[in-house]
């Protein structure tokens, strides 16, 4: 019996640490249990309130569960069953108004907030974002900011409102961070809209939600939640345009840049001022970002040569196909697309 | 043991003996049809099994490369593809519906044998099509649930999708076909006495699930036929850049989908109202709330469809909606748990495994149906679904709700239908297994859901938090395995060497305990006559349940009733074995295959098969058109109604719904259309003439009927003549119609508008030319000797149909030609 009850505090101790390890959420970055926007928090909390029902009603049938079977009834060949009734009316009205009123103080407060998350128009002073997905990436444009064009990660300030508007360059995808808020998808022929406030800064993942064909696990991406000055400083160094090939310093950068413009690549990939590709990733300041190939690898150079000796390889499906490169050649390109700051 | 009446002095022939292979192949023994569905179901079960441990494998550790992507895809689209079509439907409505149900009311075989045959071979052959894919290159691999568009042509290449395509279509009409026949059956082929009030509370679940197939499956027929025209014929049901929307898919889908969850968790609601009341000595508590709770439940699944697109931007108000009627679904579910809790509450226990998987289910389904509210909140459900929080959901309602359900019927059902007990031993084991197992594997993904992982992936990065209960979640898995071994064991076990079941062996309450075990090839010597709900219960112990409780209790054996003592009185008819359901199926399959892989000499082969079986297949008939003679045993609320006039209504019923979902389609679609043509090409003084004729052939088929019922052969066939005359009119100006459009550059694949009328156009048309062929089918016919006033029937079941073809004729000429002209309509 002691050991029991030992067993059980320790079990109970376990499930508070584990909670509480959730509302912090340093081991897990995407739990939806430690939000950090408003959208996010209003849903939280709606969670929390639906929980508690939840757990007394299950409570309750737990209880009924167990004394109907343990307590009121006999075991065949025992005495005579207790209770034969095969109706009562004020038991089953209470069966199903009880439940009845639960769903009601359920159903306001989601409504309310769903009205709530969807605003019409974008709120006043909201960064308005375009959000475009590609099997299997992300491609992040800023309109009203010098048209910044960025993949896989997104920046935003906190203490803004945020409108994303969702855009879809082939299949059905879902835009997801769990910290910031719930899913929405991305519908090809139509806009949708997401509304949300970051309030604390820090780097939380997302993933694409709804399932896009082989590559769908590894359509992941970053966003970046900055303090406003932070964000304006990456602002900044997002609209400037990249260094001119001739002013490069680094010889194998600089034969890089060269290969790179006689190069098949500039096909689908733009470089501000050297090529126009749309298909890909804009690649301008690649080499500001922290992660590459939607955001399953670090951007290290290694991992930049890996990709483009065979991009299938590390994203099966990929679009790009392997061109062959290798040696010098592909060193120089590492090189060139990492200086892109 | 439980009292056991006496052996019953009838012959005991049972229907698993004679005939051979040729036996099997040709049998329209509903009971022989239920086996086979239940070994080919359990061969799947086994197939989706390993499919799971695979998954499991794979998502072992993060970044793992145990299986490729692509082979990953194409597994959990198996996976769930198949426990959904062909495990759990299979099982519960192939299999224990089949077998138990027209048992329990007391009947010698469903309403059309012939056509219960052909949807088993119907289900095989759809189920084997959906792995045929395997030998073009690999398995479907866009999702059980394949979302537009990435199933488009362009997306996926393949033959895996066409293979999946087709053979969703062919279980649909398998499925379709089963639903009207146990519809039928239920309604007009229930014994004496046996009201609509004293009916088994199973098949109440299994009446109220055919109406739901018959509304539920002809959406989804849509959606596939539209995908099946996208990927072979060019048309841009789902391409956005023509105006038109992936999620038109999802609508459809869903209007199939939600309430197939309930195709599903129905006849489960049942077996748990069966096997309750018997393993606690009481009668179902509040049986009448029981029996309107699933009404009200199939009725509200038709209305929820959208909760699972919350995601997809309907807009504030729909989503409040959709939230609210997705919510009151608990209200009905909520009566039927603390009603089976009243039932358990006061009985007599008596602790088999049956009842075991049934207490299980009690609690496990509970636990999906709390987290199913919080999916209902639509801003809570933002966050849970695609996350594996919605596994975890529906894993608890369709594992921990239905499949134990099924593994509690198995145990409950198995000694009635192989005439064997099986091991209780080994069933506490696998029960506990199943439990420790189940909620290893799928409680944590609740956790996982709400930590952010994501479904359909096949990996994950480190550093997510994910791996430990992952790794959890497949060491269940593998003790989940375990168990359903055990269950293999324990039925191979039995099958060769397990007790011999007696009867009755579990002290029964419904007519299927009354007779041997297993039953004979004709269910009842005599048909019985129910004095009460709880049929055999009140034979066995007369109306009041306390006075036998207090016999069993001082250790009597309660008497044998009386009724089940009598012999046959006379000749039993049972309907002769047919060869045609199965060739039926195969020319079907051949023809799918010919279609996927096109090679149009297969599809000619295939088409001539299937159009031989069904001719064949309608001439077999010795009866057709003749009145049915042995109502007289029915119940009187079976009204009397002809079965295959009950049988067309239902038909015609799941028409109506067809029908409205490709008109749905025409008139979103019409406003959605860019450039081409549009509606304005369409012209009214012409269609107008066809209308019209088409409506006066309807006064002439009237006047038919009404020649043949005063047995004036010459005038009928006039009236008939001039029927399928004025058909052909209808016919021709359609010809003319589609001809002349498309000289003026509108085709299918020109535009929305072209693509949505000629689908609704030319699929009424073809319904047209069917009728005229079954009229002409008639009009030959009646030149027979044997053709006169008996033989009524056949005209008016043609009648029917054609009128049904008018009345859909004159909405399509309404909506599509009439209101064009209404700008802004």
Redesign the interface.
Known sequence: MKRATGFIRAAMLAAAATLAGCAQGRELPMTTLAPKSDLAVWIYRLLIEVSLWDALVFAIVMVVFILAIFVFSTRVGEAAAPWSAASDLKLEVAWTLGPALILLMISIPTVRTIFRSQPNLPPNGSLEIEVVAHQWWWEFQYPGKDHIITANELHIPTGVPIRLSLKSADIIHSFWVPQLGGKRDVVPGQINELTFEATVPGMYPGQCAEFCGESHANMRFRVFVDSPRQFAEWEKAQSAAPIAAALIKDPAAAAGAQAFSNSPCTACHRIDGVSKGTIGPDLTHFGSRATMASGIESNTPAHVAQWIINPGHVKPGAQMPAFGLGGKQLDDLVAYLESLK | M?AQPKALPVETRNYLRGGGLIGWLTTVDHKRVALMYALSALVFMAIGGIEAMLIRIQLWSPDNHFL???VY?QIFTMHGTTMIFLVVMPLEIGFFANFIMPLQIGARDVAFPRLNAMSFWLFLAGAIFLHLGWLWGGLPD??WFG????TERY??PGLNLDFWVVGLLILGISTIVSGLNFFVTIISMRAKGMSFMRMPMFVWSILITSVLILIAFPPLTVGLVFLLLDRFFGTHFYV??Y?????LWQHLFWLFGHPEVYIMALPAFGMISEIVPVF??????????MAYSIVLIAFLSYGVWGHHMF???M??VA??AF??TS??I??PT??K???W??T????????TTAFYFA?GF??EF??GG??G??H????????????YFVVAHFHYVLFGGVMFAILGAIYYWWPKITGRMLSEKLGKWQFWLTVVGFNGTFFPMH?LG????????????A???WTHLNQLETVCAFILGISFLVMYINLIKSTASGEKAPADPWDGRSLEWSIASAPPAYNFARVPEVRGRDAYWVMKYGRA??RG??MF?AGQTPPVPESMQAAATGPIHMPAPSIYPLFVALGLMTMGVGLVIGEWRIIILGSITLLVSVVAMGFEYPTYGQEPHDLEELAPSSGGIDLRKAGLWAFLGSECVFFASLIATYVVYKSRNIGGPGAGILEIPLTSISTFALLMSSLAMVLALNAIQRNKKNLMRMWLGLTIGLGLVFLGIEAYEFTHFYHEGLSMQTDLFGQSFFTLVGFHGAHVTIGVLWLATVWFASFSKKFDKSRALSVEMAGLYWHFVDIVWVIIFTLVYLMQQVKGA
């Open positions: 439980a490729s992507a692509s895809n866009a999702g979302y537009a568009n990435l997306f996926s956005a850049a105006g038109a929307t992936p999620i606690s000595r009481k009668p179902l508590f509040g049986y009448p709330m995601a997809t931007g807009g504030p989503d409040s939230a609210i919510m009151l608990a209200i909520g009566i748990i603390f009603s809790l009243a358990i509450w006061g009985g007599s226990l008596r602790m207490l009690l609690l509970t636990i709390l987290s509210i919080m209902a909140s639509a801003p809570i459900d933002l966050q849970q679904t695609d996350s956790l709400m930590w952010g992982m994501p479904r359909r992936i096949y990996t994950y990065g550093g997510l938090g349940g306390s409780v207090a209790m």
